[in-house]
């Protein structure tokens, strides 16, 4: 499956951005991720949402800033961010993963069998 993100831009902190991943076949296939790599680090989980769109996970720093969710009629997953901080500055990447119900595999890079190319977010203090 190919997958292109987008949305990102420059912003400043406080405000919000919304990311589109468009696959280029059936998301409903697999469970969909969120990650993000900024200069110098570690790829770093943000979020990952189950086939159905039932249940999502995210990491620890989200929040509850962040919402990720999914339109597999569209076979479009979204990360929707909220109250930006200038350490949220990164390359988001999307990836798509074979289905799984160990949640704790949803975390992990390697889960995740296909990426996309990656949309950079800068958020200015």
């Known amino acids: 499956v190919q997958l292109q993100a987008s949305g990102g831009g420059l912003v400043q902190a406080g405000d919000s951005l919304r990311l589109s991943c468009a696959a280029s076949e059936r998301t409903s296939r697999y469970v969909m991720g969120w990650f993000r790599q900024a200069p110098g680090e570690e790829r770093e989980f943000v979020a990952a949402?189950?086939?159905?769109?039932?249940?999502?996970y995210y990491g620890n720093f989200v929040k509850g800033r962040f919402t990720m969710s999914r339109d597999n009629a569209k076979n479009t997953v979204y990360l929707q961010m909220n109250s930006l901080k200038p350490e949220d500055t990164a390359i988001y990447y999307c990836?798509?993963?074979?289905?799984?119900?160990?949640?704790?595999?949803?975390?992990?890079?390697?889960?995740?069998?296909?990426w996309g190319q990656g949309t950079q977010v800068t958020v200015s203090s």
């Open positions: 990836a798509a993963g074979q289905r799984s119900d160990n949640a704790s595999y949803y975390y992990s890079v390697p889960s995740y069998d296909y």
């Open positions: 949402i189950k086939w159905g769109g039932d249940r999502s």
